[in-house]
């Protein structure tokens, strides 16, 4: 997805623009580009290319110095093709805007007939280049002004940042759903759609709300009301994230590392979450907890990966704690007109909080008097201030297209809130005792070290990934608490190797899939023994073994008998069947990784995907 940065002070601003940018290169893009001007300059420096960052960098040598004001961009195409001309930085009409844009334009086509009338001519097939030259056109000298006045012509949402050649003085940005950041530095300044690109430089920031304006100067920060231009008193504040946290450690990928960082995403959110045998939820006030008290429904809302962590949820609450709860993608539930009131609890999961139709699946829930939870794994993020209450997954920056220890991140906080309302909610589960709850939290914390011991396996993984590389579709079959993982194995497999893999609730399995079994077709089976549905499993892997695919089985370390059913098993520590698709998992994204890597896919920024999926 598209990313932003900007620059103002004392610094060279080229090399400022472009580390930003490749901080950002985890989201995806297919293009990129910047804009400068030097302190004496008559003319923006601009250079755009098609494809990876190393493209762009390569058209800037010599290019010249004492440049001090910048902005730059990657672009996930939206209004057409990647290409070099449509690569932002775009400009207006006589070269004396330069912008870049997150977001849409929706009225875009009647701008540009509108402009074109006027005599504008246009270079790309942008929405943004529209926005450049109408700024442009309501120009005059004032640039705040001409912001404002163009910004009341389009519809949509966006995150902008402009710069004018008539002032190398300041830069000024505004948002509107779309995300962005300032980084409060000494004697500089900067602004970014994402925290990553501002870690080299400051930890200071200011997160803008919609509809703010933001003049950037080198020693000042000011922020304006967008319609009325009067100012906004803003706080800063310090983010503990580090550069070396978003770098890969020594391992080849973003997404391995990811992955062998999840024993400590678990033992942190265990740490942070459970004090003295209890649950912690700082963040919950006693006010948002008496209602909670009183919801008799729990929605979660979520995509992709995420949703699949709301489907563990949802059996998390139905089944443990026989709470009626309801897993629906956010797409849907925003179009579906969704029954939900103040009776009901919405929570929303998302590893960046800035998921365009998570988003507004929130803003409908809270639209009917819903009471909303965010999950949320980037701090500050628009879901996370937007929502009632927030519980962070504090997982760290996730790189890797694919998510992976967000997802574990996930389910912990969702298996920490199910016994935390098992605790208090009136009408939980009658044998829901605090006797439970305390063996819940005892098994919680043996994961981290039961994660380590999965992961060891990963030798195991790439002897079977090697045997399936060269497979084109794969089928993966779970059931109860593990339907989803089947779901999320299937997901990390289509991402990253580019390989059809479709999930199944195994009782499926004899109602169409059936028919694809030969003695070609991978079948991952996910079979825990603590599973209440254990034999239904052994009798699907037989069903799969009398057809002749190739059974390769997730399963309880010890189980001797699904191993002897297998061709390839995978197996995992004992642990109680709610937290088994914590567990489950952990193979299943080694086994998409190993085999991506042998098929030389480009793991941690798979084709056409991005990290953070802000349009819809
Ligand atoms: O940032 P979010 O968690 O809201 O993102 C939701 C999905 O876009 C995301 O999980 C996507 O499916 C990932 N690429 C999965 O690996």
Redesign the pocket.
């Known amino acids: 997805m598209c990313g932003i940065v900007g620059y103002i002070g004392e610094r060279e601003a080229i090399p400022v623009l472009i580390k930003g940018l490749e901080h950002l290169e985890y989201r995806g893009y297919d293009s990129a580009g910047i804009a400068c001007l030097g302190a004496r300059s008559s003319k923006f420096f601009v250079a755009k290319e098609k494809g990876k960052l190393s493209e762009l960098k390569a058209q800037l040598n010599g290019v010249p110095s004492n440049i001090h004001l910048g902005i730059g961009h990657t672009r996930w195409a939206t209004h057409g093709q990647p290409s070099r001309a449509n690569a932002h930085p775009h400009l207006g009409q006589n070269g004396v805007i330069a912008l870049v844009h997150n977001g849409i334009i929706e009225n875009y086509a009647e701008l540009r007939a509108e402009l074109e009338r006027h005599g504008h001519k246009f270079k790309s097939q942008t929405d943004t280049e529209v926005a450049a030259h109408l700024v442009e056109r309501y120009y005059h000298g004032n640039l705040q002004e001409a912001i404002q006045k163009a910004i009341q012509r389009m519809t949509g949402f966006f995150a902008f940042v402009v710069i004018s050649r008539d002032d190398p003085s300041r830069l000024f940005a505004c948002k509107r759903s779309n995300p962005l950041v300032v980084g409060v530095g000494h004697g500089e300044n900067f602004i970014a759609s994402d925290i990553s690109a501002l870690l080299p430089y400051t930890k200071q920031v200011i997160y803008l709300e919609d509809d703010e304006l933001i003049e950037l100067r080198c020693d000042a920060v000011t922020v304006f009301d967008l319609q009325t231009g009067t100012r906004i008193k803003k706080s800063v504040s310090r983010i503990n994230w580090n550069v070396e946290k978003a770098q890969k450690g020594g391992y080849k990928h973003f997404m391995l590392k990811e992955i062998y960082e999840q024993p400590e995403v678990v033992r942190n959110t265990l740490e942070a979450r459970v004090k003295k045998g209890k649950i912690v939820f700082d963040s919950l006030t006693q006010k948002w907890i008496h209602r909670l008290k009183q919801i008799d429904k729990i929605h979660f809302v979520?995509?992709?990966?995420?949703?699949h962590a709301g489907l563990v949820g949802n059996y998390m609450l139905g089944e443990s704690l026989r709470l009626p709860s309801e897993a629906t993608v956010s797409s849907e539930f925003r179009y579906e007109d969704p029954a939900v009131d103040e009776d009901d609890l919405v929570v929303l999961?998302?590893?960046?909080?800035?998921?365009a139709d998570?988003l507004a699946a929130l803003r409908e829930a809270k639209a009917r008097g819903a009471l909303t939870l965010a999950i949320v794994?980037v701090v500050g993020s628009t879901i996370a201030r937007e929502a009632d209450a927030v519980l962070y997954t504090h997982a760290g920056p996730e790189i890797g297209?694919?998510?992976t220890k967000?997802y574990l991140a996930q389910l912990m906080i969702i298996a920490l809130f199910s016994i935390f309302i098992g605790e208090i909610h009136p009408a939980r589960k009658k044998d829901f005792t605090q006797a439970k709850a305390r063996t819940l939290l005892k098994e919680l914390s043996r994961l981290p070290r039961q994660i380590e011991e999965t992961l060891r396996d990963e030798k195991r993984v790439e002897v079977c990934a090697r045997a399936l590389r060269e497979k084109k579709n794969f089928i993966y079959l779970g059931r109860g608490y593990n339907y989803p993982t089947a779901l999320e194995g299937a997901?990390?497999l289509k991402?990253i190797t580019y390989a059809h893999a479709h999930g199944y609730a195994a009782g499926e399995m004899k109602h169409g899939p059936i028919a694809l079994i030969d003695q070609t077709q991978p079948v991952i089976c996910i079979a825990p023994s603590t599973s209440k549905t254990y034999e239904k499993m052994v009798s699907n892997i037989e069903e799969i073994r009398a057809r002749k695919g190739i059974v390769i089985s997730v399963t309880t370390r010890g189980d001797e008998n699904v191993r002897s059913l297998s061709k390839y098993t995978f197996s995992i520590p004992e642990t109680q069947e709610m937290l088994s698709p914590i567990l489950a998992v952990v193979p299943l994204q080694l086994l998409a990784y190993k085999i991506a890597v042998l098929n030389q896919r480009d793991v941690d920024q798979p084709r056409n995907?991005a990290?953070?999926?802000t349009v819809e």
């Open positions: 979520s995509c992709g990966t995420a949703y999961i998302t590893q960046s909080g800035e998921t998570t794994n297209v694919a998510s967000a997901l990390k991402e995907l990290k953070s999926v």
